[in-house]
T-cell receptor, first 115, second 111 residues
Framework: DAGVIQSPRHEVTEMGQEVTLRCKPI?????LFWYRQTMMRGLELLIYFNNNVPIDDSGMPEDRFSAKMPNASFSTLKIQPSEPRDSAVYFC?????????????FGEGSRLTVL | AQTVTQSQPEMSVQEAETVTLSCTYD???????LFWYKQPPSRQMILVIRQEAYKQQNATENRFSVNFQKAAKSFSLKISDSQLGDAAMYFCAYRTNDMRFGAGTRLTVKP
């Protein structure tokens, strides 16, 4: 089975530009998570979905960030406009419900650099 | 809010020796999961071991084992017979619905 697929793996953009990160979760998983990883702040939970519905977006830094999950096999994280402080690795992860193992399966991450 | 604390930013171990990484967490829940993830330089997040809070028996996966102390809210990871490939960042994580991570411990393995 394919794992969690993220794209792009690397993105370099200029301040003010719109950035869209994409994620395809593992088929059959009903939870999807977006994390941001930086040296200073570690792994931060941005938002998570259950059955395509956003459950908790309290970790989204500000209104410049938005996330959608239009169907069970696709999610996007959008930053508009981007700023240099948004530079980080963004991870998408998916899992089955908690009656299973509870394990999160991670994608390889998208490294974003905002100049 | 649940928090996860890893008090050791860096640890070092000699190859073939044993090392223990510490983790504590804060929660008011009685049912939850605890995890250790490994992140090598490739940045891929890899599950090392998992513990269900309702299980009293400590989880073991080959050279990796945990010491789960529910009352103390402690969840340490022991790596036995350390290998060079164990060098990585190790993250402790707590899950009810969402999953929260500690700040990580960077493990160096000396040959």
């Amino acid at each position: 089975d394919a794992g969690v697929i993220q794209s792009p793996r690397h993105e370099v953009t200029e301040m003010g530009q719109e950035v869209t990160l994409r994620c395809k979760p593992i088929s059959g998983h009903d939870y999807l998570f977006w994390y941001r990883q930086t040296m200073m702040r570690g792994l931060e939970l941005l938002i998570y979905f259950n059955n395509n519905v956003p459950i908790d977006d309290s970790g989204m830094p500000e209104d410049r960030f938005s996330a959608k999950m239009p169907n069970a096999s696709f999610s996007t994280l959008k930053i508009q406009p981007s700023e240099p402080r948004d530079s980080a690795v963004y991870f998408c992860a998916s899992s089955r419900g908690l009656t299973n193992t509870g394990e999160l399966f991670f994608g390889e991450g998208s490294r974003l650099t905002v100049l | 809010a649940q928090t996860v604390t890893q008090s050791q930013p860096e640890m070092s171990v000699q190859e073939a020796e044993t090392v223990t990484l510490s983790c504590t967490y804060d929660t008011s829940e009685s049912d939850y999961y605890l995890f250790w993830y490994k992140q090598p330089p490739s940045r891929q997040m890899i599950l090392v071991i998992r513990q269900e809070a309702y299980k009293q028996q400590n989880a073991t996966e080959n050279r990796f084992s945990v010491n789960f102390q529910k009352a103390a809210k402690s969840f340490s990871l022991k790596i036995s017979d350390s290998q060079l490939g164990d060098a990585a960042m190790y993250f402790c994580a707590y899950r009810t619905n969402d999953m929260r991570f500690g700040a990580g411990t960077r493990l160096t393995v000396k040959p």
